[in-house]
């Protein structure tokens, strides 16, 4: 065995606990080229075996497809006809002269027309004429579409119900006039003032802006919650009078349901923005009903979860881009089929797409238990290739280790000294480059996000997203005073360059006294110690790094100031206790932080550095637990603000070492403390 492949077993040795079977299996490349050659002779001793095969699932697929093209013609057909009513009816209408003058005149000819319109359609749901000064004239069927009688109150043995609204200069009439199926009257109601406006309905304006036919929906009616479509056209010698008619679309999900393909087929309708509006399932299109009452997207989570055919479809639907035909999927472990039919007919239903899928096994189930039956008889063995195996795994696997190490690398975030790989085979090269590009981008990355910081989470075994435990923590919170001011009065770039001379500085002091800047927020700094690398001293630290950053801030502003740039006076909020640490976000981005009342406390104490005068301010917590090691100034309780019970507040003014002989405790004398202070 060579070295490399020495190597390769040691990194599979140290492999995660619940790769045991994968690392008994596992052997060195030319092993495995070896038994792929193989593998591959045997296949081809069977062709026959095969073909059979091959032959029985087109041919069922084959025909499942025919019967879904089919199937798909019919819907497009029935279709066709919904939009051809009601273009019909809008285009008969707009050439019309009696309507083109508002109610009351003319009304028996503008009757006689609009009930002719619903009588003689299947789709039609209604018909109307809007003019430009409020008035209107609709008519509807109440016998074909029964949900008008609770709609509209319609007495016993109503067909057809008549609406007109009249303006005059003493106000607005509205007047509903309901007749039987001879266009006998069974019933009139009159109302005043309505607030009814066709000119502000949506096809009514876009029929004007367009001068033309226009479309709106499918939406579903906010008065009977039928799901329709609505075609509109201007009036030939009035662009003003606008003439429109809602036809049915829910009969499309009853075809879908009584004609399907097969027993577990399922059929779909999407419009020009691929958003489902009917459903083969009458359950699901109920609820898509109800959706749309709320909101023109229909695309219901909880729909999904109910038909898991559905999310496939979709994104595939999204993939064909409008284009038509059939295709492939899986569902689960299941194949499917389906084949897209896009509207073709009409230029404003231009872009709906009908959809039926179907399970693959409906159609080559027989093909498929043909082939169980056959691999049962396969049998010759061909040995062969073994030699060439071994010397291209050889040639192969120098290359691969070398780039093993290399990864080896990008993995500890290490990337200098690494020398790019080249092979004789292409695709090597083409892994080699896709490495290369991967150690710039990581590398890139990690100018963003601190090394040590992903070192640390990772060997803390933290890095997976939602992964939070509750622990003691020591935080620290930083901020310059009146930073707002000093961007103000000098240049963005001016004041990035100093800032990334500030955090180079403060991110040094920081890991020296081994803790972790979890994040810059603006010109402020959010510290922590004892996560993710546990550290019993992490209080002490924290002090010590508390105090170390104001004398190195201090010396940074004494160079500033002598050159003349602005100073970035500094405070410090100091607090343990305990926090959720630990990676939090989504799969796609991730944050590694702390929460809870031990963080708020450290910042508050750091905003509360103006109230006393003070730079560094600690918690309670923090004076208890820092014992004799470092001197403080008693402040006594103070209120934070967003808490309700005070908290300890002292001064963190220096290490005992740095003051006298002697440890110095927190009862020092007052004049001593305020000359250290000062």
């Not at 079977?21 to 081809?44: D, E, G, N, Q």
Request: aromatic letters at 8%; glycine letters at 8%; hydrophobic letters at 45%.
């Amino acid at each position: 065995m060579t070295k490399q492949e020495a190597e390769g077993g040691k990194a599979a040795d140290s492999a995660s606990p619940g790769l045991d079977m994968a690392k008994r299996w596992s052997k060195p490349l030319r092993v495995h080229l070896s038994f792929t050659i193989v593998a591959l002779l045997v296949c081809i001793s069977v062709p026959l075996m095969w073909l059979t095969y091959l032959q029985g699932h087109a041919a069922g697929i084959a025909a499942g497809e025919a019967q879904m093209r089919q199937f798909g013609l019919r819907v497009l057909d029935s279709y066709q006809k919904v939009y051809n009513e009601g273009y019909s009816a809008v285009s008969t209408a707009s050439v019309l002269t009696p309507l083109l003058s508002p109610p009351p005149m003319e009304m028996t000819a503008k009757t006689d027309y609009l009930l002719k319109v619903l009588q003689s359609s299947s789709y039609v749901d209604g018909i109307y004429v809007g003019y430009p000064g409020g008035s209107f004239v609709h008519a509807v069927s109440v016998a074909r579409n029964p949900r008008w009688v609770g709609a509209l109150q319609a007495p016993p043995g109503t067909a057809y119900a008549l609406r007109t609204i009249e303006k005059s200069a003493t106000g607005t009439v509205s007047k509903w006039r309901f007749l039987d199926a001879d266009n006998m009257p069974v019933g009139e109601r009159t109302g005043e003032n309505v607030a009814y406006d066709p000119q502000r309905r949506p096809w009514y304006r876009a029929a004007v802006r367009a001068g033309g036919q226009v479309s709106v929906g499918p939406y579903v009616s906010a008065t009977t919650r039928s799901l329709s479509l609505t075609l509109a056209m201007p009036m030939a010698k009035n662009k003003d009078i606008v003439v429109g008619a809602d036809v049915l679309l829910e009969t499309l999900s009853q075809l879908l349901n009584q004609d399907a393909v097969s027993k577990r087929a399922r059929g779909y309708v999407f419009d020009s923005q691929d958003r489902l509006f009917v459903h083969s399932d009458p359950g699901i299109m109920a609820r898509i009903i109800d959706r749309l009452s709320s909101t023109p997207v229909a695309d219901d989570p909880s729909i999904f979860e109910s038909d898991p055919v559905l999310l496939p479809v979709s994104a595939a639907l999204r993939e064909k881009g409008g284009n038509g035909g059939p295709i492939r999927f899986m569902v689960g472990n299941e194949p499917y089929i389906a084949q897209i039919s896009p509207v073709a007919f009409s230029g404003v239903l231009r872009g709906n797409t009908v959809v039926l899928a179907a399970p693959l096994d409906d159609f080559v189930g027989e093909s498929n238990r043909l082939l169980a039956k056959n691999l049962l008889i396969a049998g010759g063995l061909v040995l062969a290739g073994i030699v060439a195996a071994i010397l291209l795994s050889r040639l192969v696997s120098k290359a691969l280790y070398a780039l093993a190490g290399e990864a080896k690398q990008i993995g500890n975030l290490e990337f200098e000294g690494q020398a790019d790989t080249y092979s004789r085979i292409s695709e090597i090269n083409v892994l080699s480059n896709a490495l290369a590009a991967a150690r710039d981008a990581i590398h890139t990355f990690s100018l963003y996000v601190p090394r040590e910081l992903v070192r640390k989470i990772v060997g803390s075994g933290q890095a997976t997203a939602g992964m939070a435990l509750r622990q003691d923590v020591t935080i620290v919170f930083t901020d310059i005073q009146d930073f707002t001011t000093i961007s103000e009065q000098h240049s963005p770039e001016g004041v990035v360059a100093l800032l990334s001379t500030y955090f180079e500085l403060m991110n040094e002091v920081v890991e020296r006294h081994d803790g972790t800047i979890v994040q810059y927020i603006g010109d402020s700094i959010f510290a922590m110690w004892n996560a993710p690398v546990a550290d019993p001293q992490h209080v002490e630290k924290g002090c010590a790094c508390a105090l170390a950053l104001k004398v190195a801030i201090d010396e940074l502003n004494s160079a500033n100031r002598t050159a003349g740039r602005p100073e970035f006076i500094t405070r410090y909020g100091l607090h343990t206790g305990p926090a959720v640490v630990g990676s939090v976000g989504a799969h796609s981005r991730r944050q590694y932080t702390a929460m809870g009342d031990t963080v708020n406390v450290a910042s508050r104490l750091e905003g509360m550095n103006k109230q006393f005068g003070t730079t560094i301010l600690a918690s309670g917590a923090v004076r208890e637990l820092a014992g004799e090691a470092f001197l403080f100034r008693d402040l006594g309780l103070a209120q934070a603000k967003g808490r309700q019970e005070q908290i300890e507040v002292f001064e963190l003014l220096a290490e005992n070492a740095q003051v006298g002989t002697g440890p110095a405790s927190a009862a020092a004398p007052t004049k001593q403390l305020n000359r250290l202070g000062s």
